[in-house]
């Protein structure tokens, strides 16, 4: 039996003329559509959807906590696994000896900035300060709450979180991507890094599917790194003088919430009209600059040694639990406040919302990663896109967080940082660290904090709407029709400020963790196809078999899938 190159033709109807013309009307209104309905749903009947919204949240977290928790660690193993992997990890994500499109600086910025580097301002401070209050060892009573007993502790559960599982998600997406977009030369979509598996039926309606959950899950995932974005970014306008946007809580009040997503999305929408390599670019190399300041003045100024032991010796508690950890699922006895009981509730709480939330962010971030990444072997995919920022985080984590807890526990701050709302512990921490030095320092530092959450919120949402565009455009990166970026920039504000304004963060949570649910399956599929697809293409070359689509002729380009 003869091997055949693999398939390098996937047509997609686009419509020729009209509003939608070059976008795939399936996918673009049926997205429209669903996103719209939720919209309303929210806004009009907030009280219903919250309640529906929940008991679905509860319904999945209870059935399907283990799916969350054991496909992160598949998507792990499969992304080291052909990194390792010879024949794998040479291979280009474009044709052969095809160069990256941007230089390694801003490859790295772009990433960092669309993949994690918003959450880094909320939660490098918030989430080591939460697991040292509470963590399973806490509940199990093996250590001590705001103990020092429970530093370690606390910083395998935030290393957990913001490791190799979070990063693994997204580039196990824009691995399959990059593969079959700029190796195979199929569309830049989500149904393309299935071909393997179901080949030229995803022209139809399995493919306009797969491209449509592709899209509500990434909505929803940006909406909830959004949503907490927001919720920061008004804490922080209070911070330097701008009154009447939050409530005593720290919450936003509506009016917050409205300005905040006005600037945010309004600036956000114009860059997405200049374009990946223009507005996104320049606002990321920005973040990155901005970043490094502020990650140098806690190193600096900051618990310089505590945040020394907190990066190292955590980075080794967390590789020696992590197989424990990868595998482990709590369950619940049905009684509640026992300790069965907590232990679930809080997995519930934590890994597999944030299992949910990278996945549903995954489309969006694994899309973006792909487009950046044209020319870069797998192998050097796999380290700039996992290992390397699962690094920077543990960076933020051991400094910043170090700094709170080292504060807390030695420094004086008597809960003046662990009391805050989580958006607006970064700005308690540096101005319990600048107040008593000069006040004008501690506005200033909330200035740089503010303007970075901007920049980094605002290079967020340019890129989820030029993705969504792209998905909704059967692949095709080009321009953009501008009706369509302002639609998908009005709805993405939209959607987060109805949640926000209907249920506060926890309603987009909810609605985020279910949204991830069905692509969660979509990405396990891609796991099986693309190692279905290298493996193939290891017995093609060993036939003499094209496999890029720059080998294939013209007409062997109909040739079945895999």
Not at 372 to 391: D, K, T
Not at 482 to 508: D, E, K, M, N, Q
Request: glycine share 10%; proline share 4%; net charge negative.
């Amino acid at each position: 039996m003869s091997i055949k190159p693999p398939l390098s033709d996937l047509p997609i109807k686009t419509a020729d003329s009209g509003f939608y013309r070059g976008f795939s009307v399936n996918v673009t209104v049926v997205s429209k559509i669903i996103i719209s309905t939720l919209v309303v749903w929210c806004i009009v009947w907030p009280t219903e959807a919250g309640t529906i919204l929940g008991n679905w949240n509860t319904a999945i977290l209870a059935q399907f906590a283990a799916w969350y928790i054991w496909v992160v660690t598949a998507f792990v193993i499969v992304c080291i696994g052909l990194a390792i992997w010879p024949a794998a990890g040479r291979l280009n994500l474009g044709t052969e000896g095809e160069k990256p499109e941007f230089s390694n600086f801003s490859w790295f910025s772009m990433m960092f900035g669309a993949g994690i580097g918003v959450g880094m301002l909320t939660w490098a401070v918030a989430e080591p300060v939460a697991h040292f209050k509470n963590n399973p060892s806490v509940i199990q009573g093996v250590t001590t709450a705001l103990d020092a007993d429970n530093v370690r502790t606390a910083y395998v559960w935030s290393y957990l979180h913001w490791g190799l599982g979070a990063w693994a998600c997204y580039a196990i997406a824009g691995l399959a991507l990059a593969f079959f977009s700029y190796r195979r030369g199929l569309p830049l979509t989500i149904r393309s890094s299935l071909t393997p598996l179901f080949g030229k039926s995803l022209s139809g309606n399995a493919g306009h599917l797969i491209d449509i959950v592709a899209v509500v899950a990434t909505i929803l995932g940006v909406a909830q790194t959004l949503g907490f974005g927001v919720e920061q970014f008004v804490a922080g306008l209070t911070r330097i003088g701008i009154g009447g946007l939050a409530l005593e809580d720290g919450s936003a009040t509506t009016l917050g919430i409205v300005i905040a997503l006005l600037v945010i999305m309004g600036a956000s929408t114009l860059s997405a009209l200049s374009g990946v390599g223009k507005g996104i670019k320049w606002l990321s190399n920005i973040n990155m600059v901005l970043s490094i300041f502020l990650l140098g003045f806690f190193i600096i100024f900051g618990a310089t040694w505590f945040g020394a032991m907190a990066f190292f010796v955590g980075i080794w508690d967390y590789l020696i639990a992590l197989p424990w950890l990868s595998f482990n699922v709590y369950s619940s006895d049905g009684v509640e406040g026992s300790e069965a009981f907590l232990l679930t509730q809080w997995q519930g709480w934590w890994p597999v919302f944030y299992w949910a939330w990278w996945i549903a962010f995954a489309p969006f971030v694994g899309l973006f990663l792909a487009r950046i990444s044209r020319g870069r072997s797998i192998r050097e995919f796999v380290l700039g896109a996992m290992i390397v920022p699962s690094l920077m985080c543990f960076v933020w984590f051991a400094w910043a967080g170090g700094t709170a807890i080292d504060l807390e526990l030695n420094g004086g701050a008597n809960g003046l940082i662990l009391d805050a709302a989580n958006g607006d512990k970064i700005f308690a921490m540096t101005e319990f660290m600048l107040a008593p030095i000069a006040q004008f320092l501690a506005w200033g530092m909330a200035v740089i904090i503010v303007v970075l959450l901007m920049t980094f919120l605002v290079t967020s949402a340019d890129s989820a709407v030029l993705i969504v565009n792209t998905i909704n455009a059967a692949g095709d990166e080009g321009p953009k029709a501008r009706p369509h970026i302002l639609f998908w920039g009005a709805a993405l504000a939209l959607v987060v400020g109805g949640l926000l304004i209907s249920g506060g963060t926890g309603a987009i949570q909810t609605a985020m963790v279910i949204g991830a649910l069905p692509f969660s399956i979509v990405m396990a599929l891609m796991c099986i196809a693309l190692i279905k697809a290298i493996f193939n293409d290891g017995r093609r070359e060993a036939a003499g078999v094209p496999t890029t689509f720059d080998q294939i002729d013209e007409d062997m380009s109909a040739s079945p899938a895999e």
